[in-house]
């Protein structure tokens, strides 16, 4: 059983369970005017802000302090550190690289916590947790998904207790982002009304400690959790719900439920007339009478990526407390949701609560709460760690697999960016027509995996990993929205700016509606997406693609990757992988054995421990090592501690002097050494000028990952 032990919030409703109750309890709608950061043109639409933020660390942006916040109120009481963190974030320290690029600032220091993955990393220094830390960006759904990946975390095995949640800041991307696209309303939110006419963007962090252990004051379990993907369009819901029903329908079956067993729905509910409409049509598909529901956002506001980890605390307030919120700002339901909304908070027992989230992209995450000691444990197989790659794909500045494999064999590097012409080679052009860099070298690797895996099956779910998300599309939102004095922001940057739009195109071109999940982990983005999709196991409907991809960008790469410094030329690429569970005709095999901080007791140590075959010299035909430019020193010293404590004599290949520095390297690595295995040969001007050949060695490649985090993907013949 996965027990919830703490747990924290910070919103609009207030600081704090209490606070956060009463405000349900009264009714009363949080929403006010934005006051936050000055406006150029108009009234301040209303939103959802968090007041009286303390400013003890003003150095750490706005998104950092409020996760901060949240995180110590689910820590209070607990005697150890996290052993696990995964943190659903889409803004970062956006808020405060806006202020900066205002100013004109031009020195990367000042941008050292830009990075969505910084938040989780702030966290865990916090916290003292040295484990792994995962963020996850699907938009408004990461909380959600965040808490569904600690719970499959959990159930592996892997670890004990995980703080889980979510966490967004306002910013000027997202308050002229959503009202580019006509989605707020200028009077409030009203989510289920018949003359709803938009969401109020908010801010706020909710947190969960979750363990596998029970204590004597925890009275809330996690019972279930269930994710799709709608593979129907970058920002609006399928009309049919179906995605939004698949989810709901994939937590109750995780959690071994029935429908029937739900005491209260907590609805996404965001107040826009097509999402509300779409969630009325899959509850009522579900459920013949549906249990009593609400949506709380026309109290607190739509909270973006905290709002469903908020709302997985506000359902334990409902079971614990006996409230069920009302569907504030309601006045006249909509007769053609046939649904009925609380309209006032109602005090009654709730043993199991469902409670939906979903984004941009169509990222459904659905999560069921329980009254703890009341339903029967549901039972859980844990996937056996390893996944079978059937087809592989690369980018690199050389061009694609090919172009890169004939330019490492010739002794040259591969770095550089390679052109929008070469990245969209094997893409129709209407496909691609409007979009920019990343989500071109996203769908192009994608295509080529796909193709080469010679096997009919689409993939049904979707793993990316991306240190910076679509930089082009960030970068040319913000200087319109300056250029224009704020009265003209594009719509469509806004749309392509998230982190998952990239992974969300996948799904559509290839109707992928299993699990979709977007990481964003810095220099090991590519890693969390492999691990994503090993944690996932048989909930993620075989086949899939996991997939690492990042864009070089003239303006933003040098301000924000710490690895590119003044004279380093710019470079990207990526790489895919397209798998499933059948070692049948595989071409080789792909499992993630190690993944610590490096500031865990003697990590490397741990490292070499970890790996099955430590003790002998020939253990592996080659070890791939990541060490990106910004933490060589230490990287190398790992790098050379590993070697004497295992024993190998295996030669090295520092792949980030063929690759060039860029935050998804590592999944450009994976391609190559899947593509060694197969052609049995890895090139000798890799090595000491002898190719090597792999079928008399053991067949196995180790990628080490180094620097702030040790990683260890080991991939192998079947």
């Known amino acids: 059983m996965v027990y919830i032990t703490g747990s924290g919030i910070i919103s609009s409703l207030g600081t704090g369970l209490v606070e956060t109750e009463t405000t349900l309890r009264q009714n009363r709608s949080a929403i006010q005017p934005l006051q936050l950061f000055p406006l150029l043109q108009g009234s301040p639409l209303p939103v959802g802000a968090v007041q009286d933020i303390d400013q003890a660390s003003s150095l750490l942006p706005r998104t950092h302090r409020l996760a901060g916040i949240a ?96 966490v967004d800041s306002l910013c000027r991307l997202t308050y002229f982002g959503f009202h580019s696209l006509q989605l707020v309303d200028q009077n409030g939110c009203k989510p289920l009304d018949v003359n709803r006419q938009g969401m109020a963007v908010a801010e706020g962090a909710g947190m969960l400690l979750l363990s596998t252990e029970k204590t004597a004051t925890c009275s809330v379990e996690l019972l279930g959790t269930g994710l799709s993907c709608d593979a129907y369009h970058p920002a609006a819901p399928h009309p049919e719900g179906q995605g939004a029903f698949t989810a709901m329908q994939k937590a109750l079956t995780d959690a071994g439920l029935q429908p029937n067993d739900i005491s209260y729905i907590n609805l996404h509910g965001t107040g826009t007339p097509d999402n509300d409409l779409a969630e009325s049509k899959a509850v009522r598909r579900l459920f013949t009478n549906p249990p009593p529901l609400s949506s709380i956002k026309g109290a607190s506001g739509h909270s973006l990526a905290a709002a469903g980890a908020i709302e997985a605390v506000v359902a334990t307030i409902t079971i614990t407390k006996g409230l069920m919120p009302a569907n504030t700002g309601l006045h006249t339901v909509d007769p053609a949701l046939n649904l009925s909304p609380l309209t006032s908070p109602q005090l009654q027992p709730a043993t199991a609560v469902l409670s939906n989230s979903f984004g941009f992209g169509g990222n459904n995450g659905s999560l069921i709460f329980g009254a703890i000691d009341t339903f029967a444990q549901s039972t859980y197989q844990p996937a056996t760690p390893g996944l079978a ?58 295509s ?74 810095g220099d090991y983005s590519f890693e969390q997406a492999l691990l994503s999709a090993e944690l996932m196991g048989d909930d993620a409907v075989s086949p899939a693609l996991i997939l690492g991809a990042d864009e070089g960008h003239q303006t933003f790469s040098p301000l924000f990757d710490p690895s590119i410094t003044p004279g380093t030329a710019l470079s990207d690429g990526g790489g895919a992988l397209y798998v499933n569970r059948d070692t049948k005709n595989a071409k080789c095999i792909i499992s993630l054995p190690f993944y610590q901080s490096s500031k865990t007791e003697d990590v490397i140590a741990s490292l070499v421990n970890s790996l099955v075959a430590k003790q002998k010299t020939d253990a592996y035909t080659v070890i791939m090592a990541g060490i990106p430019a910004a933490t060589k020193k230490d990287g190398e ?11 190998l004599t295996t030669p090295i290949i520092r792949y980030r002097t063929i690759t060039g520095e860029f935050g998804s390297a590592s999944a450009v690595a994976a391609a190559l050494a899947a593509s060694f295995l197969e052609s049995g040969i890895v090139p000798g001007k890799l090595l000491d000028g002898h190719d090597l050949d792999v079928t008399r060695t053991t067949g196995k490649i180790l990628i080490l990952g180094l620097g702030e985090y040790v990683t260890a993907m080991e991939l192998f013949r079947p």
Not at 428 to 435: A, G, H, Y
Not at 637 to 647: D, G, I, V
């Open 389 to 446: 790659i059937h087809g592989y794909a690369c980018l690199t500045g050389a061009g694609d697999i090919l172009a890169t494999c004939e330019q490492i064999r010739d002794g040259l590097p591969a770095s550089g960016m390679a052109g929008l012409e070469i990245i969209s080679q094997n893409l129709p052009s209407k496909l691609v027509r409007r979009l920019k860099r990343l989500p071109r070298m996203t769908l192009s690797l994608a």
């Open 637 to 647: 010293k790992q790098l050379t501690r590993f070697m004497e404590l295992s024993n």
């Open 71 to 166: 995180a110590a109120q689910a820590m209070e009481g607990a005697e150890q550190p996290p052993e696990a963190i995964i943190l659903g974030t889409t803004t970062g320290g956006i808020l405060t690289t806006e202020q900066l690029l205002k100013s004109g600032e031009q020195r990367k220091e000042f941008y050292q916590y830009h990075s969505l993955h910084t938040v989780a990393s702030t966290l865990a220094e916090n916290l003292k947790c040295t484990g792994r830390v995962i963020v996850v960006s699907t938009a408004c759904s990461s909380g959600a998904v965040a808490i569904s990946l600690a719970m499959k975390m959990l159930r592996s095995g892997q670890v004990k207790s995980v703080l889980a949640g979510g």
């Open 448 to 521: 080529k995996a796909y193709e080469n895996c010679g096997l009919e099956e689409k993939p049904a779910a979707v793993f990316m990993g991306t240190s910076w998300g679509a930089l082009s599309e960030t970068h040319d939102f913000l200087s319109r929205l300056t250029e224009s004095k704020e009265q003209f922001p594009s719509p469509t940057d806004f749309v392509g700016s998230v982190h998952n739009g990239p992974a969300s195109q996948v799904a559509i071109l290839f109707g992928a509606t299993g699990p979709n999940i977007t990481t964003s982990g």
